[in-house]
T-cell receptor, first 120, second 113 residues
Framework: AQTVTQSQPEMSVQEAETVTLSCTYDTSESNYYLFWYKQPPSRQMILVIRQEAYKQQNATENRFSVNFQKAAKSFSLKISDSQLGDTAMYFCAFMKLREAGGTSYGKLTFGQGTILTVHP | ETGVTQSPTHLIKTRGQQVTLRCSSQSGHNTVSWYQQALGQGPQFIFQYYREEENGRGNFPPRFSGLQFPNYSSELNVNALELDDSALYLC????????????FGPGTRLTVL
């Protein structure tokens, strides 16, 4: 079974600064996806960024980037130029990659979340 | 493109009652997954439906059941409600049954008294 751990229950940052959220995971799988989702007070879970484990290059999406360390099973999220709208709960999540002819399904395993507050 | 929608937004039930939650998947998506999110916690996987069949299940009792319809919309049914069933129920859809990114609806907040 997979586990995802987010060791920072809460983080805060000043507007326009950079913040890094940590995530570690445990799995015996070699092929998988990792995700960061954002959940603002409106409750809608929004995809921030996705990383395929077989790709060595770290994913980036505008102000969001990840530091993926497969051997260390670490997957941190860096938010640059933080904005007030980034205030939300952030979840790290793991999904096993479907194998050809396999029976696995798209189950996301989430961490406990990190509450990020951006101050003006 | 229409996103994932869920209804109702919130509801209140009493212990022992039954509830049905509904989800309409994003256009072109044939797979729906349901998650339970307790307050202050990460979502927990309940089950997934692919082409009207249950395609995988998490650690939830049989009183949690579901359906998927030919238009790929889905229902989550919970019988014999317990106080611990109070949570946000999230539905997510994807175009593939395992490897594609899941897109979430706004959730249904269920309170059991």
């Amino acid at each position: 079974a997979q586990t995802v751990t987010q060791s920072q229950p809460e983080m805060s940052v000043q507007e326009a600064e950079t913040v890094t959220l940590s995530c570690t995971y445990d799995t015996s799988e070699s092929n998988y996806y990792l995700f960061w989702y954002k959940q603002p007070p409106s409750r809608q879970m929004i995809l921030v960024i996705r990383q395929e484990a077989y790709k060595q290059q770290n994913a980036t999406e505008n102000r969001f980037s990840v530091n993926f360390q497969k051997a260390a099973k670490s997957f941190s999220l860096k938010i640059s130029d933080s904005q007030l709208g980034d205030t939300a709960m952030y979840f790290c999540a793991f999904m096993k990659l479907r194998e050809a002819g396999g029976t696995s399904y798209g189950k996301l395993t989430f961490g406990q979340g990190t509450i990020l507050t951006v101050h003006p | 493109e229409t996103g994932v929608t869920q209804s109702p937004t919130h509801l209140i039930k009493t212990r022992g009652q039954q509830v049905t939650l509904r989800c309409s998947s994003q256009s072109g998506h044939n797979t729906v997954s349901w998650y339970q999110q307790a307050l202050g916690q990460g979502p927990q996987f309940i089950f997934q439906y692919y082409r009207e069949e249950e395609n995988g299940r998490g650690n939830f009792p049989p009183r949690f059941s579901g359906l998927q319809f030919p238009n790929y919309s889905s229902e989550l049914n919970v019988n014999a409600l317990e106080l611990d069933d109070s949570a946000l129920y999230l539905c997510a859809s994807t175009a593939g049954w395992s490897t594609d990114t899941q897109y979430f609806g706004p959730g249904t907040r269920l309170t059991v008294l």
